[in-house]
Nanobody
Framework: QVQPVESGGGLVQPGGSLRLSCAAS????????MGWYRQAPGKQRELVARITGGGRTAYADSVKGRFTISRDNAKNTVYLQMNSLKPEDTAVYYC????????????WGQGTQVTVSS
């Protein structure tokens, strides 16, 4: 089993910054893509950012230019640097890890709350 564990959420004022981390542990043979998703109350879970094993990144249009995803392969860790946060960024943020051994839909963390409010 692969277990991702997120950290770094919290309460921040509009315009502020937060950095999320997600470390994957367990019986990992290899990790392919890693990503961040979010789910706001009453809304579906959506992709925020994703990074492949080769470092290729993809972002939701709503966060382009404000969020940056990166990874440390030696630590099996993915990061999400969030700048210029807006109230609409408020959500539970989930880490997803596509690894071997494979799991349908990848492995999910338990989520970390990000609240942007004055």
């Amino acid at each position: 089993q692969v277990q991702p564990v997120e950290s770094g959420g919290g309460l921040v004022q509009p315009g502020g910054s937060l950095r999320l981390s997600c470390a994957a542990s367990g019986s990992i043979f290899s990790i392919n893509a890693m990503g961040w998703y979010r789910q706001a109350p009453g809304k579906q879970r959506e992709l925020v950012a994703r990074i492949t094993g080769g470092g290729r990144t993809a972002y939701a249009d709503s966060v382009k230019g404000r969020f940056t995803i990166s990874r440390d392969n030696a630590k099996n860790t993915v990061y999400l640097q969030m700048n210029s946060l807006k109230p609409e960024d408020t959500a539970v943020y989930y880490c997803n890890v596509e690894a071997i051994p494979r799991a349908v839909g990848g492995y999910w963390g338990q989520g970390t709350q990000v609240t942007v409010s004055s």
